[in-house]
C-alpha cells in the first residue's frame, strides 16, 4: 500500500532507482541500421554481430521494419528526445531520413529533441554516404548530427549525453520566468505533453 509520502503514480518501472527526471527516448530509423546495437552498446556495453529484428517495440528502441510503422508511430507521443538514426553503409536508410523527420514532425511533441546519427561510421570502405552529406541534412532538418558506431563503442555514450543535455537546456528555456507575471511559469511552448517534475535542471 502507498504511503502518505508516496508520490501518487508516474510511470516508474524496473529501473525504478533514485533519479531526478525521466525521460522518454525513441529510437527510429529503417530496420538494420543499428538502433537495439546502439541500445544495447548504451545500456550493457555490449555488442553482437547477429542481427536479430526488432519485433514490436521495446523500452526506448523501435522496429525499423516497416509493417510494424503503425505501431511505431503510437509510441512517439510523449516522447522527448529522439535518435534518427541511418547507416552510413546503406543508401535507402540514408534517403529514409526524411519520411521518419516527417513522421516525428507528424506524431510527436512540438518540442521533442532530435539527434541525427549515422551509425557504422567503422564500416569505412563500404560507405556510400560521406558525413557532410549527413551533417548537411541534419543542418536542413535543424537536427544535431553524429556519426557513431555501436560495434566499435564510437560515439555512443556521448550521442544518449548530447540528447539528454539538449532536452535539459530546452526545459530550462521554457521555464525561464520570461512569460508575464502571473502566469504559470511554465512558458509558452511546452506542449500538451507535460515534461518529467522540473524543479530546475541539474545535468
Ligand atoms: P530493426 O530491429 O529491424 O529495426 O533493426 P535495428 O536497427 O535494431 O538493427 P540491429 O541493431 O539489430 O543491427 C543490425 C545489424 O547491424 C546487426 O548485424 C548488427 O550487428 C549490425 N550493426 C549494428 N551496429 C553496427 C555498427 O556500428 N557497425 C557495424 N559494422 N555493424 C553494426
Ligand atoms: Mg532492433
Redesign the pocket.
Known amino acids: 500500500m502507498a504511503s502518505a509520502g508516496d508520490p501518487p503514480t508516474g510511470p516508474r518501472d524496473a529501473a525504478d532507482q533514485n533519479f531526478d527526471y525521466m525521460f522518454k527516448l525513441l529510437?527510429i530509423?529503417?530496420?538494420?541500421?543499428?538502433?537495439?546495437?546502439?541500445l544495447?552498446r548504451y545500456a550493457d556495453d555490449s555488442?553482437?554481430?547477429?542481427?536479430?529484428?526488432?519485433v514490436g517495440i521495446d523500452f526506448k528502441?523501435?522496429?525499423?521494419?516497416e509493417r510494424y510503422r503503425t505501431i511505431t508511430t503510437a509510441y512517439y507521443r510523449g516522447a522527448m528526445g529522439f535518435l534518427l538514426?541511418y547507416?552510413v553503409?546503406n543508401q535507402e536508410s540514408f534517403t529514409a531520413v526524411q519520411d521518419w523527420a516527417t513522421q516525428i514532425k507528424t506524431y510527436s511533441w512540438d518540442n521533442a529533441q532530435v539527434i541525427l546519427v549515422g551509425?557504422?561510421?567503422?564500416?569505412e570502405d563500404e560507405r556510400v554516404v560521406p558525413a557532410e552529406d549527413g551533417r548537411r541534412l541534419a543542418e536542413d532538418l535543424g537536427f544535431e548530427f553524429f556519426e557513431?558506431?555501436?560495434?566499435?563503442n564510437?560515439n555512443v555514450k556521448q550521442v544518449f549525453e548530447r540528447l539528454v543535455d539538449v532536452i535539459c537546456e530546452k526545459m530550462n528555456e521554457s521555464l525561464e520566468p520570461s512569460s508575464s507575471p502571473g502566469s504559470n511559469g511554465k512558458g509558452p511552448a511546452l506542449g500538451d505533453t507535460p515534461p518529467p517534475q522540473p524543479s530546475g535542471c541539474s545535468c
Open positions: 529510437l530509423g529503417n530496420s538494420s541500421v543499428g538502433k537495439t546495437s546502439f544495447f555488442f553482437t554481430p547477429a542481427f536479430v529484428s526488432t528502441d523501435t522496429a525499423g521494419q538514426m547507416d553503409a551509425n557504422k561510421c567503422d564500416l557513431a558506431s555501436a560495434k566499435e564510437i
